[in-house]
Every structure is written in structure tokens, then in C-alpha cells.
């Protein structure tokens, strides 16, 4: 039966595939796309697990035969027979067979794709006894996990690529995601929530789309998704409840909607509809090589953001002229291991990340965001876990952490001052509202001058820039331009802290108001100020890559735009329609309106 559920529209255009949920298990599993000629030697890993966890119960029935009545109930022995009936089940294993043959899921994703199935059918039984078995069902597959442990033969699988759209990438180069790989539908992501490491792992897979019960639209989990240019919806609530493994489902990242197990009809309406969209961005791809240029002449910076170094051939593909956001945080998450040391990248390891970035970015400028972990970013798992009663967005975040933990901040600071000998790098500073923070970090990238130095190491010179993501700084921009050659103003975390709204919490996501009056004017006398004082300013948040804006920003004088990749081509096509000698009296209007969105509407 056909039925949709709401939430709100990350990342824009159809998609339309087969769900592949991905559930929360107790146990952390890693789920990637194995390799054809692996799928025998993946339910080998299965089997013999399943070998392994059979003998072991067998020793605990014969173990508990042993024992008299009063130390081990009779029920107890009923529970092992019942967990080896589970063990055995067909339904179990034939299904795991299924998804490693059929989907090419590594063992553990498969295991816990099937538990989801039987689980769900478990809930539906009438049977108050048959319901309650579903505890014995994770127990025995948890017994499993625990016996794959380090048994997987692959560690960094490359997972298959996505097929996108061929109208919109003339020059792709074979991005067919059938190919070789086995997998012959397009399948859609369906999770509860995903932190933004997870989707880092999902980044360039084989998903078309993908749907989160949680997240708001500027959430970094959105914000990795929208870095993925795939049609997403996050905050649709019960979506992973309600569809099931293998559901058709269409998401339309336009109008946040995500339609289940759709007819005929609708799926001929949608198919239209995305056909239109890869016609669109066929037509948009053409001004790849033109230069933002608007009607009266004025050039405009169209940047990229980034995740990931790798990220900057999708940058220079889509035309930008730098990377205007390096979120280098990224470069430190999901790195979960038994010490701290381990678990960050050292000096070396990131020296040759940020070299990568800058060397592929074709001698354009690199902005570098030191490090900014904590809110919706957690390092790992069990710092998330940590987080769960503090405020973690106003709490120990970006440059407050880097502060508390100077090690480490001298770190990334000496690999990025060492990046700056091969090209031109900018280094931005998150989250800052202090002139003490702004003193801490100066004599910080002072210090890691001299380290360098009086190591002899080659390194270069790079331009400072505070991002300005919190109104105490926008409020004191003096002194901010006093130390800083250029700002960037982060509207997301600008928005979230002006309005007093959780941008990942999706409860109050209808507060989250881009053209509140209050953000515009923060955002307005930023631009302003740094013009009349001759300093660079751009915008990095989500705000300077929603063409909504792009006139309005243009109005109040920006002339650079950070964004990501796949937003670049629309917004360009904005720039060359404008005319920013007619748009700085509406800019001003809307400025001093009460209501701006209607004011920019009409
Ligand atoms: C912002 O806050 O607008 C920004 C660009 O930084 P992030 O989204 O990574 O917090
Ligand atoms: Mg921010």
C-alpha cells in the first residue's frame, strides 16, 4: 500500500530505489559493499561463526545439565534450546545468505539487516511468549558479531560507485554503478539517524538517496548528505519504523516527502519528474567554464566546501575557484581505537592531507577550518555517548576544544603551516566570541611557527580568517578585524545561536529562519564592515549556496560565496542573471522589513 511520510528537504531532486535500512545495533558494525568474487568468503565467515556459537551453546546445555535445579532454573535450558532453534533458523540464515549475494553487504550488515526483518515480525505476532523471543533473536545474532570479530578480510573496502545523472556530468568518467559491481538496482538509505562519520563512509557508495528520522536542514549530517549531491530528507520521524528492508521508495529532496511502496502512477509521475531534473542540471553544467559575472560587471568568488581532500576534484569539476571550507574535522572522526594517541591523525598524516588538498585544487587558494568537533559532531561514538545530558552546542566545541587541548590544536596547526609551502592557503578559525580566545590562538599559531622553525622544517605563510558563527562576534567586529585578514561567516551556527534553535534538532526546525530580521542584520553589518576596512568576508554556511539568498546576499555587497560543490552551477546561473546596481535598494528594503521573506517574495 502506497502511503508518504514528511520531513524536510536536505538535498534537492528525485530518487527513486530499493530501501536498504540501516539499523542501530547494540553492537557497533561496520556495513560496506563487498566485492563479487568475496561473497563466498563472506558466508564462510558466517558459517563458521554460526559453527562456533553452535558448539558453544552446546556446552552450556551440557554445562547446565550438570547442575542441580537451584543453580540453574529449568527455564534456563528451554532458553539455550530455544537460541539454538534461532541459530539454526532458516529465515535467519537464508536471509544473511540473501544480502551478501543479492546486495553484496559485508557479513555484519547483512546479520543485522535480517535481524531487523525477523524482529519485525516478532513485534506483529499476537503471541505475548512468541513476542518476547525477538530478545533471544538479537542475543544469538549479538553471539555471532562477537564471533566475526577481526574475522573480515577486508578492512578499507572501496565501495561501488552511484550511477548519476549522464545529463548532468558530460565528462564523467564512467560513474555507472552497475558496472562489475552486481548490484543492478539503485538502492536508497533509510536510517534512524547517521552521525556525520557514518556518512562519510556512505559518501560516493552506491546509494541514489537517502532518509533520516532525525536532523535538521542544516544538521551535519544534512550538510555531509548534501556534500554527496543525492536527493535527501532528514527529520521524517518514523521513516525507519515504518518502511521495511527492500520497500520501493521514492524521495523527493525538493518537498521533503518520501513516498513508500508507490503505484504505477506515481512512480510514472516521479520518473518525469527526475528525468526534468537531470535535463536541468545537463543545461546548468554548461556554465561550468563561465565566470561569475553579473550583468553590471562585478566578479564573483564561487567556492567550494569540502570534507575531505579527495573532495576537491568534485570542486574543480564543478568550477569553483578555491576552497572557500575545509571542514577538517572530518579528517579526525570515526578513528575509534583504544588510546587517543592512535585515534588522531598525527602531524605527518595531516601535513599530507591538507598537501593533497591543496595540490589538487590546481594552485586555487585552500581554506583550512582548524578543527571543530563536538555538538552534532562527536569525534566517535563513545564521545557521543558522553554528550547525552550536557549542551553539547553550547558547550566544549571547535576552537574551545582546540584551546583546552593545545597538543593537539599545535598539531594541526605546524601540518597545516607545513601544507602552506606547496600553495595558497587560508586558515580559519571556528566558533570564536572571545578576545582572550582570539590572543590564545595567535600566540598558538606563533608558537607552531617557532616549533617548526627550530626543527627546520619548511613551511609557508598563510592569511587568517575567524569564522563569525556566534552574534557576540558579529557584534564585535572590531575587534575581530583588528587581528583577522578576512571573515567568513558561518550562517549555521550564526542562525542556530541568534535564534536560540538546535539546527540538528528537527522539533523546532520550523524556527530555523534564514531571513529571520535579526540574522540579517548580523550577517548585513558583517559584510558591511569588512568592506569599509578593505578585509575579505564570504559566506561559508548552507545560506550562500541556497540560490533563495544569492540576489539578497549579492545586494548587501558579498562578492564571495563558499558552498558546496553541487551547489555551484545554480547559484552561478543566479549571479549571471543579477544586477547588483538595482539589487542594493531591495537588498535594503528587505533589510528593514518586518517580514524579509515576504519582502523578497514579493
Ligand atoms: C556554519 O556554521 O555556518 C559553518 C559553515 O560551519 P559548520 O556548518 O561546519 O558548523
Ligand atoms: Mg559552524
Redesign the pocket.
Known amino acids: 500500500m502506497t502511503f508518504a511520510v514528511h520531513g524536510l528537504p536536505v538535498a534537492r531532486g528525485i530518487a527513486i530505489g530499493r530501501a536498504v535500512l540501516v539499523v542501530s545495533s547494540r553492537i557497533d558494525v561496520a556495513h560496506y559493499f563487498i566485492k563479487p568474487e568475496e561473497i563466498e568468503t563472506e558466508i564462510d565467515r558466517v558459517r563458521t561463526a554460526r559453527n562456533a556459537v553452535a558448539e558453544e551453546l552446546v556446552k552450556l546445555q551440557a554445562n547446565v545439565a550438570q547442575m542441580g535445579p537451584n543453580d540453574a532454573p529449568h527455564e534456563l535450558a528451554a532458553l539455550l534450546e530455544v537460541h539454538q532453534m534461532l541459530l539454526q533458523d532458516e529465515a535467519l540464515s537464508g536471509g544473511v545468505k540473501h544480502w551478501i549475494s543479492e546486495r553484496l553487504y559485508n557479513a555484519e550488515w547483512a546479520l543485522t539487516t535480517q535481524l531487523e526483518i525477523i524482529a519485525r515480525q516478532f513485534d506483529e505476532m499476537e503471541d505475548a511468549y512468541l513476542r518476547e523471543r525477538k530478545a533471544d533473536l538479537e542475543q544469538v545474532v549479538e553471539r555471532l558479531l562477537h564471533r566475526m570479530k577481526g574475522t573480515a578480510a577486508v578492512l578499507a573496502p572501496s565501495p561501488p560507485r552511484r550511477k548519476r545523472a549522464a545529463a548532468a556530468d558530460d565528462d564523467s568518467d564512467n560513474d555507472d554503478p552497475t558496472a562489475g559491481d552486481g548490484i543492478d538496482v539503485p538502492l536508497v538509505l533509510i536510517a534512524h539517524d547517521l552521525s556525520p562519520a557514518d556518512m562519510l563512509q556512505f559518501k560516493k557508495s552506491v546509494f541514489a538517496g537517502f532518509v533520516t528520522d532525525v536532523g535538521g536542514r ?1 544538521s ?1 549530517t544534512a ?1 555531509v548528505a548534501r556534500s554527496m549531491d543525492i536527493p535527501a530528507v532528514v527529520g521524517a520521524r518514523t521513516a525507519s519504523q515504518l518502511v521495511r528492508q527492500d520497500d520501493w521508495v521514492i524521495i523527493d529532496g525538493d518537498a521533503g516527502v518520501v513516498i513508500v511502496d508507490p503505484s504505477p502512477i506515481i512512480l510514472a509521475e516521479y520518473g518525469f519528474k527526475q528525468r526534468q531534473g537531470d535535463l536541468e542540471r545537463g543545461r546548468l553544467a554548461r556554465l561550468r567554464h563561465k565566470p561569475a559575472v553579473t550583468l553590471d560587471g562585478q566578479r564573483v568568488e564561487l567556492l567550494a ?1 569540502i570534507e575531505m581532500p579527495e573532495d576537491t576534484a568534485g570542486a574543480v569539476k564543478a568550477g569553483a575557484v578555491g576552497v572557500g ?1 575545509f ?1 577538517s ?1 572530518f579528517l579526525f572522526m570515526g578513528r575509534e581505537s583504544s588510546t587517543r594517541q592512535t585515534r588522531l591523525p598525527d602531524e605527518e598524516e595531516q601535513y599530507q592531507a591538507y598537501k593533497r588538498a591543496v595540490e589538487g585544487m590546481q594552485g586555487m587558494p585552500v581554506t583550512i ?1 582548524t578543527i ?1 568537533v563536538g ?1 552534532d ?1 562527536p569525534l566517535d561514538s563513545k564521545s557521543a555517548n558522553k554528550q547525552e545530558h550536557l549542551n553539547p552546542a553550547l558547550g566544549l566545541r ?1 576552537i574551545r576544544w582546540s584551546l583546552a587541548d593545545p597538543a593537539m590544536f599545535l598539531t594541526q596547526l605546524r601540518a597545516i603551516l607545513r601544507a602552506a609551502a606547496h600553495g595558497e592557503i587560508h586558515l580559519l578559525i ?2 570564536l566570541a572571545h578576545a582572550s580566545e582570539i590572543r590564545q590562538t595567535l600566540s598558538l599559531i606563533d608558537f607552531a611557527r617557532t616549533e617548526l622553525d627550530n626543527r627546520g622544517v619548511v613551511h609557508g605563510q598563510v592569511k587568517l580568517g575567524a ?1 563569525i ?1 556566534i552574534p557576540a562576534a558579529a557584534l564585535t567586529l572590531r575587534i575581530f578585524l583588528k587581528h583577522f585578514d578576512f571573515l ?9 545561536y541568534t535564534l536560540a534553535i538546535d ?1 540538528a534538532d528537527e522539533s523546532v526546525a520550523h524556527l530555523y529562519d534564514p531571513a529571520h530580521p535579526a540574522v540579517l542584520r548580523l550577517v548585513a553589518d558583517t559584510i558591511t564592515e569588512c568592506r569599509r576596512q578593505g578585509k575579505g568576508v564570504s ?5 550562500a549556496g541556497d540560490v533563495a539568498f544569492t540576489r539578497l546576499l549579492l545586494g548587501l555587497g558579498l562578492r564571495s560565496f ?1 558552498m558546496h560543490p553541487s551547489r555551484i552551477l545554480a547559484v552561478k546561473q543566479e549571479v549571471l542573471r543579477a544586477d547588483t546596481g538595482k539589487l542594493e535598494a531591495w537588498a535594503k528594503s528587505v533589510l528593514e522589513s518586518d517580514d524579509p521573506a515576504a519582502t523578497m517574495a514579493g
Do not use: F, Y
Open positions: 542544516t551535519h550538510i566546501n571550507l571542514r574535522e577550518r571543530d555538538a559532531k571547535a571556528p566558533m569564522m558563527e567568513s561567516i558561518g550562517t549555521n551556527d550564526l542562525i542556530q539546527r559566506v561559508c554556511g548552507e545560506m563558499s
